[in-house]
């Protein structure tokens, strides 16, 4: 599946969707001016305070004021649901609409041919095009990596093979390409070009959810002739073209001659052999089916033809924003691990403790 609902980022934080109302607060100072209004104490004359001087200091005295603070508290708690705290739920999700990609290695003996460098050292044209590949599919050396794509991997000598299915799962990807060797003996020897890209075709043409892919292109890296399999390029291109599969055509190594080791006298010496690569057959097959031929005659070079196909092959990525809001006042929530219930109640509460204690042993004169 290319086309992915990920959530990237999720936000809980409480937010005011009516902070105004704050400016409210001071109205549940009102139950005071009765307190503290000596005009609005009720009075009663008698004759002789002495037969209540005896209760003045009771429970219920002290808690004479416990009603107003009720009441206070009650009108505070209104005007804080007015203002509507909450929790606001922001969530970003991530539809990307991916490349399905396979590369074709190229494994005959000729890729040890030591015209390549990695950090400063020769090596053999296998371990940089390795190299490389790896830095495109995970990303380095200036490649931002192919995360959302599907990328499949086929190794080719005198014969083709699938070495990694079309998967999302690179790190699977990655340890298959580890496992490419150069071809050890005659008969595994050879460049089959056109086997390997009608095994690509079949690959890429076996996609899952097509609608959900950009496009279908493949990654020919070779560094000869095809001198092996039953399939002529140019007629696996063809057969490509019918799909609608693009290929990219990358010729690999130095011109004129390279240094390549071989075993004489049983020691191994380097030789300068002729580099042969068939770029005529490479151009027409790209330009068959709309891709494009390059050339790479270094390590650099490798890098800079990988970013031109980064460019020329994005990923489409799409985000779409979501937010959600839980209003306190109406809905329960969480306060350092306790639910409790909406803030609603808690004005309601109050007021019916105040109507409760009013109304019997902190009553007062009208």
Request: one cysteine or more; hydrophobic letters at 45%.
């Amino acid at each position: 599946m290319i086309l992915a609902d990920v959530p990237v980022v999720a936000i809980d934080r409480v937010e005011w969707l009516a902070p105004a109302a704050l400016l409210l607060l001071p109205l549940a100072l009102l139950p005071w001016w009765r307190v503290l209004d000596r005009r609005m104490r009720p009075e009663l004359v008698y004759s002789s305070v002495d037969l209540v001087r005896a209760s003045a200091d009771g429970m219920w005295r002290r808690l004479r004021t416990l009603p107003t603070i009720l009441r206070t508290l009650a009108i505070a708690s209104i005007v804080l649901c007015l203002a509507r705290p909450g929790t606001a739920d922001e969530e970003t999700r991530v539809f990307v609409e991916g490349v399905a990609i396979q590369m074709l290695v190229d494994r005959s003996s000729s890729m040890q041919a030591l015209d390549f460098t990695l950090d400063g050292r020769p090596v053999d044209r296998l371990s940089a095009v390795k190299a490389v590949a790896r830095d495109f599919i995970e990303g380095g050396d200036g490649l931002p990596g192919r995360p959302d794509d599907l990328i499949g991997l086929v190794g080719f000598a005198g014969y083709a093979d699938s070495l990694c299915p079309l998967t999302l799962d690179h790190d699977h990807l990655l340890a298959a390409l580890s496992t490419i060797r150069l071809a050890e003996t005659p008969d595994e020897d050879g460049t089959a070009i056109g086997d390997a890209i009608a095994l690509a075709v079949e690959r890429l043409n076996d996609v899952e959810d097509r609608k959900e892919v950009k496009s279908r292109i493949a990654i020919l890296l070779t560094d000869g002739e095809n001198t092996a399999g039953d399939l002529d390029p140019l007629v696996a291109a063809e057969i490509a073209r019918t799909y609608g599969i693009k290929i990219y055509t990358i010729g690999v190594g130095t011109r004129g001659v390279a240094k390549v080791p071989v075993r004489m006298m049983g020691r191994t010496v380097l030789r300068n052999m002729p580099v042969s690569i068939d770029e005529e057959t490479l151009r027409a097959v790209a330009k068959t089916t709309g891709g494009e031929y390059f050339r790479a005659t270094d390590t650099d070079s490798l890098v800079e033809i990988y970013e031109t196909i980064d460019d020329l092959e994005k990923t489409r990525t799409e985000q779409r924003r979501y937010r959600q809001f839980d209003d306190f006042a109406t809905a329960s929530f969480r306060l350092a691990g306790v639910p409790l219930p909406p803030l609603l109640v808690l004005p309601l509460l109050l007021l019916a403790a105040d109507l409760l204690l009013s109304g019997t042993r902190l009553g007062r004169l009208p």
